[in-house]
């Protein structure tokens, strides 16, 4: 099993609507979350931290969910800019320094 | 504005030749990182390092070698490269510690001939 694993996608939505994103993880003593965001022939940068009682970012919502081993990405009315691939990133067991990163999601919103 | 700077955006090299890929960071990060991305395998970790002179294997190493004499700057090292070490090379930093965000720089593509 992979230790990060998303589903490669691509998700093709209008604008306007909501779309929803999962990610699991394998090792239970994972410790930090992340979503990166990463356009095409671009390095990924951080589009938001994943706390534990969840976190909002205008219209990005992400959660994690400790007991299934998974995190999630929300984002409300889509807008023809958020066409990315967004990655799953978790930091490994306490005192490591790996991130390890899921293969990404794709996400086309079409006009 | 932070800054992660990657010698060059593209490179061809010869299979066999030895090959140096540059990473700055102007940020006094303790930690910097060696990926390479592929389609349909993601980022995949190569080395890391979380201080001067150490560094620390990451999932694929074999190929590969690293250098960190100063702080700012980590080398990628290929000793022969191979065909199958084409690929997208993405270096990043971050500070010590497990939950801050890491920073990357505009990525290497990479063609062995």
């Known amino acids: 099993r992979k230790e990060v694993e998303q589903d490669p996608g691509p998700f093709n939505v209008p604008e306007g609507a909501t779309v929803a994103f999962n990610c699991t993880y394998s090792?239970?003593?994972?410790?930090?979350f992340f979503w990166y965001r990463q356009d095409c022939r671009k390095e990924p940068k951080l589009l938001m931290s994943?706390?534990?009682s969840g976190n909002e970012d205008g219209r990005f919502t992400a959660q994690l969910n400790r007991a299934s081993q998974y995190i999630s990405l929300l984002i409300r009315d889509s807008k023809l800019s958020d066409s990315a691939t967004y990655l799953c990133?978790?930091?490994?067991?306490?005192?490591?320094?790996?991130?390890?990163f899921g293969t990404g999601t794709r996400l086309k919103v079409l006009a | 504005d932070v800054k992660v700077t990657q010698s060059s955006r593209y490179l061809v090299k010869r299979t066999g030749e030895k090959v140096f890929l540059e990473c700055v960071q102007d940020?006094?990060?303790?930690?910097m990182f060696w990926y390479r991305q592929d389609p349909g395998l993601g980022l995949r970790l190569i080395y890391f390092?979380?201080?001067?002179?150490?560094?620390e294997k990451g999932d694929i190493p074999e190929g590969y070698s690293v250098s960190r004499e100063k702080k700012e700057r980590f080398s990628l090292i290929l000793e022969s490269a191979s065909t199958n070490q084409t690929s997208m090379y993405l270096c990043?930093?971050?500070?010590?510690?497990?939950?801050?965000?890491?920073?990357f720089g505009q990525g290497t593509r990479l063609t062995v001939v």
């Open positions: 990133v978790v930091n490994g067991i306490a005192g490591t320094y790996k991130y390890i």
């Open positions: 090792n239970s003593a994972s410790q930090s």
């Open positions: 994943v706390y534990s």
């Open positions: 940020m006094d990060h303790e930690n």
């Open positions: 390092s979380y201080d001067v002179k150490m560094k």
């Open positions: 990043a930093s971050n500070h010590l510690g497990g939950n801050t965000e890491a920073f």
